[in-house]
């Protein structure tokens, strides 16, 4: 989420929210360190009375288009999650321009290495683990997950892996960016993103000051689908007009490869006024409903 005013309001408001509607006695360890650099650090959020059973996993990046946000904007909604029986791991990262691609990729890893790791110190299932983003986070995780797939995309950002494919059980992704190369060329239709200079931003994540097309698919999960990717629940609306040139072609792909994908797509004349990144804020029922399906997703691809 962005640093401004509305994204305050949202956050205080998802901070009642929570604080109302969390059932259960959380245990949360805040600001863990998983790396030496000053934002690389996180929170764990588990139910104190689950603390000797073995969770699933979910491991949760902000977003702020590359630029922006933190985790404590997003750790009202990782308790809401945490609360339903899930452990959530609410992971921060080094922003751009202090940091260009695959950094980013390669502080989620670092930081999936440190909890497992850690895993007998917490209620972890190794073997049921998921990851969940919004906007860039979306971007963010997806692109992740595709490197998990994708021995190509893995040799070209020299990636790691600190877990193996099979463990990953699906991704929530909420308003997110699928397709770099595309918003890179097309960015005059992408909507309210493009206050944020979106050729000048992608340019300095990239790394590069005019982005080859090769680079900018390295940066993004569409490119490098395939039948491997696991379950996707994604939530968008298209007044966000990235919905139509990121969302729905990344959905479009998934089910010709044949991926579960459960999808809920607002329309433009949905009744709330709703927009980029609306799942965060609790006032709208869409906001609700796309939490509940969430969390739906999540114990169904559980089990």
Do not use: C
Request: a neutral charge; glycine letters at 4%.
């Amino acid at each position: 989420m962005m640093d401004n005013q509305q994204t305050q309001e949202t956050v205080a408001y998802l901070n009642q929210y929570a604080q109302n509607h969390v059932q259960q006695k959380l245990q949360v360890e805040g600001n863990l360190a998983y790396g030496s650099m000053s934002r690389q650090d996180l929170d764990i959020i588990y139910p104190q009375k689950l603390s000797t059973s073995k969770l699933p996993v979910v491991f949760m990046v902000h977003g702020g288009a590359w630029v922006a946000g933190n985790k404590e904007g997003t750790l009202p909604y990782a308790k809401l999650i945490a609360d339903q029986g899930f452990v959530v791991v609410n992971v921060e990262y080094t922003l751009v321009p202090q940091a260009a691609y695959p950094q980013q990729i390669l502080e989620l890893n670092q930081a999936v290495q440190f909890v497992l790791q850690q895993q007998k110190q917490y209620p972890i299932d190794p073997d049921k683990i998921f990851f969940s983003g919004d906007s860039a986070g979306a971007n963010i995780v997806s692109t992740y997950v595709a490197a998990l797939n994708s021995e190509s995309l893995r040799q070209k950002i020299q990636f790691n892996p600190a877990l193996q494919a099979e463990q990953v059980r699906g991704l929530i992704l909420h308003s997110g960016v699928y397709d770099i190369k595309s918003l890179y060329h097309h960015s005059g239709k992408a909507g309210r993103i493009i206050s944020w200079g979106t050729q000048s931003v992608l340019a300095q994540y990239s790394g590069e000051k005019q982005p080859s097309d090769a680079r900018l698919d390295e940066m993004s999960a569409y490119p490098w689908l395939n039948q491997n990717y696991p379950p996707v629940y994604l939530s968008a609306t298209k007044v966000d007009l990235l919905t139509i040139s990121q969302s729905l072609p990344f959905i479009a792909k998934l089910k010709a490869l044949h991926v579960p994908v459960v999808s809920q797509i607002y329309d433009k004349n949905y009744s709330e006024q709703i927009n980029h990144d609306f799942n965060f804020d609790m006032r709208f029922n869409a906001s609700k409903t796309v939490l509940d399906q969430s969390i739906e997703f999540l114990k169904t691809y559980s089990k």
